[in-house]
């Protein structure tokens, strides 16, 4: 008797804490209609793995969301069933407007209302960062999706407003992913580690040189995730090195000039 209860306590303990996501950002170069039909296939057979993948400088033309359905469509000839979302082009004021996007299995996540990009600070923030809220089983998380402007434009100007964004959506589980062009490090993500925010990434470089230097191959630590450690726990995280499938570091740079990275969340 005591092992059959022991045995239910376990089962309702599993359907009760939910499932472990897998959740991929990558910043995929200038993604749009340029894209050949073999690399629209390695970038799917490169985030296939995964459940939720957030992607980063999507042409904000049309060949932006072109180049996102043909992925969609690649994985699901593929792979398990996948959904996507695009946004609309962000507002770009400097001149460097472009979307994101979302893609998910669905039968890992369910996406919960519309998608946003945040009018928040949208004077402050040149591309503003694009909202999504997903579902695994009873369990809530917002993904919020990023990139900063460059690291000589001085990212940190507009990423010190991020501090505000856990008191103006107080009900999300937040989880900032994208390429900051920032480390870590920064001073400027301070106020959300008072807040019990954490990156998932520490000292990890995910940008790729033009030559690898003494087998050194990735140049700077701009990628990451920032999530709640009070109410997410980090299961596996790392990155993908895709680039060693390429002769070269400029074959692989025709791909992106970062590299995916990810973390598996409970």
Same mark, same amino acid.
């Given at each position: 008797m005591?092992?059959?209860?022991f ?8 359907n009760?804490? =939910?499932?472990?996501?897998?959740i991929c950002s990558?910043?995929?170069k200038?993604f749009?209609?340029?894209k050949s039909?073999?690399?629209?296939q ?10 939720v ?5 999507v042409?904000?033309? /049309? =060949? ?13 000839r593929?792979d ?8 609309? /082009?962000?507002?770009g ?6 979307r $994101?996007?979302f893609?998910w ?6 996406k919960? =209302?519309?998608s946003?990009l945040?009018l928040h600070?949208a004077?402050? #923030?040149d ?5 999504c ?9 917002? #993904?919020?999706?990023y990139?900063s402007?460059?690291?000589a434009?001085? /990212?940190?100007?507009e990423?010190? $407003?991020f501090?505000? %964004?856990?008191g103006l ?9 994208g390429?900051f ?8 993500f ?7 925010y954490r990156?998932v990434?520490?000292g ?16 700077s630590e701009?990628d990451?995730? $920032? $999530?709640n450690s009070?109410?997410i726990?980090?299961?596996?995280s790392?990155?993908v090195?895709f680039?060693?499938?390429?002769p070269?570091?400029?074959a692989?740079r025709?791909?992106s000039?970062h590299? /995916?990275? %990810?973390?598996? #969340?409970?």
């Amino acid at each position: 008797m005591k092992k059959y209860i022991f045995l239910i306590l376990c089962f309702i303990s599993v359907n009760c804490l =939910g499932q472990n996501i897998s959740i991929c950002s990558w910043n995929l170069k200038d993604f749009g209609k340029s894209k050949s039909n073999s690399e629209i296939q390695f970038i799917a057979k490169t985030i296939m793995i995964f459940d939720v993948v957030a992607l980063q400088e999507v042409v904000a033309g /049309p =060949g932006g969301p072109q180049a996102v359905a043909r992925l969609a469509d690649e994985l699901n000839r593929m792979d398990s069933k996948w959904d996507y979302v695009i946004s609309n /082009p962000t507002s770009g004021f400097t001149g460097s407007a472009e979307r $994101y996007a979302f893609l998910w299995k669905t039968s890992k996540v369910k996406k919960i =209302g519309e998608s946003w990009l945040s009018l928040h600070y949208a004077q402050e #923030i040149d591309r503003e960062p694009f909202f999504c809220r997903f579902k695994s089983k009873d369990k809530i998380f917002t #993904i919020v999706n990023y990139h900063s402007i460059t690291k000589a434009k001085h /990212p940190e100007s507009e990423i010190k $407003y991020f501090k505000f %964004f856990p008191g103006l959506y107080s009900n999300d589980n937040l989880i900032f992913c994208g390429d900051f062009n920032l480390p870590q490090s920064h001073t400027v993500f301070n106020p959300l580690r008072k807040m019990g925010y954490r990156s998932v990434l520490v000292g990890q470089k995910t940008t790729l040189r033009q030559k690898c230097i003494q087998q050194g191959c990735l140049a700077s630590e701009f990628d990451n995730f $920032y $999530y709640n450690s009070s109410f997410i726990s980090i299961v596996r995280s790392g990155l993908v090195e895709f680039y060693r499938s390429f002769p070269s570091l400029r074959a692989a740079r025709l791909i992106s000039d970062h590299i /995916p990275i %990810f973390a598996e #969340i409970k």
